[in-house]
């Protein structure tokens, strides 16, 4: 079924392109100008997949015609989807956990270990291991802040000891007090932002199973979780350290 466009406008003196459409439906907006060819400058494209077509329109279309403002419609995706940027992204991928504990660990056999031995175990075989081993070697980045109650919960210990299998395929490992947390306003929120231009916030429910994923490329939106992230880095402490700061006295 064919869309229904309605014309936005032009900047045209006479006819012709450029012009902007609007998708009635999706909302989607349509730009209508010169087809960039060049195989060139096709190739300085990022982003360009082999079914997309480029077109060069003058700056003032956009910002004469373009919409003003929008209400954003959360955009979720599956968990492929979601899986799929660890893979791609190409400089930094970075983590902030708050929550108390996951029902993902709670069902995972090295937690049932952990609580037989206090220690757990790893296969480093598993396909986050071996992915962020081979994005680290790469030169990439890939680091979290985990916020920790006082004294932590037993999912939170869990954690702790897992954070040196992390670590050893190349991820950042740092910890950070709730109460430090607070101080610092960081929110109670779960999220990966990935080269400082996507994040996915992590949906939850009551019971810490993980519904859905949120990707947000907003520009204002992003520096937000940016900032987070600064601070977040900013006061947390390695690992390690934290983990002596954690151990119980006698």
Not at 136 to 161: I, S, Y
Request: hydrophobic share 40%.
């Amino acid at each position: 079924m064919a869309r229904q466009l309605r014309f936005t406008g032009t900047d045209s003196k006479v006819d012709g392109c450029p012009a902007l459409h609007t998708d009635e439906g999706a909302g989607e907006v349509i730009v209508q100008g010169k087809p960039v060819t060049d195989p060139g400058e096709l190739a300085q494209l990022q982003h360009f997949g082999p079914d997309d077509v480029a077109v060069a329109v003058p700056r003032e279309l956009l910002v004469n015609w373009g919409p003003k403002g929008m209400e954003r419609v959360p955009e979720l995706v599956d968990r492929d989807t979601f899986r799929r940027l660890f893979k791609t992204f190409k400089h930094t991928a970075w983590r902030l956990e708050t929550r108390r504990g996951y029902a993902s660990d709670r069902q995972d056999l090295d937690f049932q270990a952990f609580l037989a031995t206090g220690s757990s175990p790893c296969d480093p075989n598993e396909p986050w291991f071996v992915n962020i081993k081979a994005q680290t070697e790469a030169g990439k980045r890939v680091g979290r802040v985990r916020v920790a109650d006082n004294p932590p919960t037993t999912e939170q210990l869990f954690l702790l000891d897992y954070a040196r299998h992390n670590a050893a395929v190349g991820e950042d490992m740092r910890y950070l007090w709730r109460a430090d947390a607070d101080r610092a306003a960081l929110p109670a929120e779960d999220f990966w932002i990935f080269d400082s231009r996507i994040v996915a916030l992590l949906h939850f429910d009551d019971e810490d199973n993980m519904l859905d994923t949120e990707l947000i490329t907003e520009p204002a939106a992003v520096v937000r979780y940016a900032i987070i992230r600064d601070a977040a880095v900013h006061h947390a402490v390695p690992y390690g350290q934290f983990a002596a700061q954690a151990a119980p006295t006698e």
